[in-house]
C-alpha cells in the first residue's frame, strides 16, 4: 500500500510538469497558493487591487523562473520568496514603505496564547477585549521593521518553519529566531497592559 503523497511531492510534480510544457500545471498551482500568496501580500500591501497586481506578477515571474527551479526548498517557499520580494519593490517603485496597519483581525488574534482564554467566555466584555487585543496585535505588528514583521507573519500566520522562513527570508536561521524573538517581545510589550501578563509572559 502506498501512502499518500506529500504537499511537497505533490507540488514537486506538478513543477515537473510545467517544465516538460504542460501549462494546465501552472494552474493547478496558482489555484492552490493563490489566496495564500494574497493573504500574505496584504499584509505588505493594503489595498486589495494591488495585492492582485502584485500576486499576479508574482505568479508571472514564478513561471518564467521554474525553468530553473531544481527543488531544493519546497514550491510555495520559493514562490513566497519571488512574492515578498516583488511587494518590497513594488512599495519602492510607489516611493512607499509597508502599510501602516496588517489587516490582523480578532479571529487570528484569539489564536495568540493569551487570546486562548477568550475562547470560551464570549461575554460582551469579552468580545471587546478580543477585538482590543487584535487592533493593539495590528498596531505592534504595524510598529515592527520590515524584517521583524515579515519573520513574525510568516511563523505565526503562515505558520512555516525556521528552515523555511530562512529560505524566503535568505538570511540563517539564528537571524530568523532572532527577528521572531524580537517581533514577540516587541508585541508583548505592547499586550502587557491589555492582559496584565507577568513580563516573562510572551505570545
Not at 475562547?119 to 468580545?127: A, G, V
Not at 514577540?184 to 505592547?190: D, M
Request: with cysteine; glycine share 4%; aromatic share 6%.
Amino acid at each position: 500500500m502506498h501512502p499518500l503523497m506529500s504537499d511537497r511531492e505533490i507540488d514537486r510534480q506538478l513543477v515537473e510538469r510545467v517544465q516538460r510544457g504542460d501549462k494546465q500545471a501552472f494552474g493547478l498551482l496558482v489555484s492552490k497558493y493563490q489566496r495564500k500568496l494574497q493573504r500574505l501580500l496584504s499584509r505588505l500591501i493594503r489595498d486589495p487591487a494591488e495585492v492582485e497586481d502584485v500576486a499576479q506578477e508574482t505568479f508571472i515571474k514564478a513561471y518564467r523562473a521554474l525553468s530553473a527551479f531544481r527543488g531544493e526548498s519546497a514550491f510555495y517557499t520559493w514562490l513566497y520568496r519571488i512574492g515578498i520580494n516583488t511587494a518590497k519593490n513594488y512599495l519602492v517603485s510607489q516611493g512607499r514603505r509597508a502599510p501602516t496597519t496588517t489587516g490582523f483581525d480578532a479571529q487570528e488574534a484569539e489564536t495568540l496564547e493569551d487570546g486562548e482564554q477568550l475562547r470560551d467566555n464570549n461575554t460582551p466584555e469579552r468580545l471587546l477585549m478580543t477585538r482590543q487585543i487584535g487592533e493593539t496585535v495590528d498596531e505592534a505588528m504595524a510598529a515592527l521593521p520590515e524584517e521583524l514583521r515579515t519573520a513574525i507573519m510568516l511563523r505565526e500566520l503562515e505558520g512555516l518553519s525556521y528552515e523555511e522562513i530562512a529560505n524566503i527570508m535568505d538570511c540563517p536561521i539564528g537571524t530568523v529566531r532572532s527577528r521572531i524573538f524580537r517581533a514577540r517581545e516587541a508585541i508583548s510589550e505592547r499586550l502587557r497592559p491589555l492582559l496584565d501578563t507577568a513580563p516573562d509572559k510572551r505570545w
